[in-house]
């Protein structure tokens, strides 16, 4: 994975042996990794996550000589404890959530358009939802045109000199577009647009896998970069 993909962490695991001793996934004086391979299972007492702090996050990202690792506000340690038949289970999951999102060009705010939730209402992509919108008649058809919720800015499809329905045009000299009223021949600024972008997490899943009557079953946790954990059982 090249640098400017690499997600950072926001967990570091830690190898707690039976006699005392433990293994951090990243060195404590000098940031170096160890890798998960290195873990003696045979010896296992705990397994846990812990959040960085400012210090271990500069230690460790110099390091790597890249971001490897950020503070995030608010986490706990998580640990698990190993019983002897349990053989530890973790990975991490690349989760990529793609969106949607307006933006105004009038005075730059940036939200999510949607009805059914409420307004202002806050989103895991941290933008807010606003269901603001002007409705304009065409054909005796309603069409419903976004509207800024910071400026009050919308995309006109109707002339708001003449009425007349607003032509999408091309420039003769370049292939940019532009929109104008066929009858008063004004361009009508579009202020409102739609981008498309995409949020990037790590999932840490963190658990153990027991034979029981020869048949295998595992429990894992699903943990999230806010804390959050999930569980799933297969016992």
């Known amino acids: 994975m090249s640098n400017e993909t690499f997600h950072p962490l926001v967990y570091f695991w830690i190898a707690f042996y039976k006699d005392k001793r433990c293994l951090p996934q990243f060195d404590i004086e000098n940031g170096r990794e160890n890798d998960f391979e290195s873990i003696d299972q045979t010896k296992l007492d705990k397994f846990g996550l812990f959040p960085f ?73 941290g933008l807010l939802i606003f269901s603001n919108h002007i409705i304009q008649k065409y054909n005796n058809k309603d069409v419903v045109c976004a509207q800024c919720p910071k400026c009050g800015s919308f995309n006109a499809i109707i002339c708001p000199d003449c009425g007349t329905l607003i032509n999408e045009m091309k420039r003769s000299t370049s292939e940019e577009h532009f929109f104008m009223c066929p009858k008063c021949k004004k361009d009508v600024p579009r202020y409102i647009k739609m981008f498309e972008d995409q949020l990037r997490t790590l999932v840490y899943i963190m658990g153990y896998q027991v034979t029981v009557d020869g048949k295998n079953s595992k429990q894992v946790m699903f943990i999230d970069e806010n804390g959050i954990v999930e569980m799933d059982t297969n016992l």
């Open 53 to 125: 702090d400012t210090a271990f996050v500069t230690k460790v990202n110099r390091a790597k000589g890249f971001v490897v690792a950020k503070e995030s506000a608010g986490l706990s340690p998580i640990i698990m404890r190993l019983k002897e038949n349990q053989r530890l289970i973790f990975f991490r999951r690349n989760k990529v959530h793609t969106f949607t999102f307006q933006h105004c060009d009038k005075c730059g705010y940036n939200w999510q358009w949607m009805g059914g939730h409420k307004e202002g209402e806050g989103t895991e992509v």
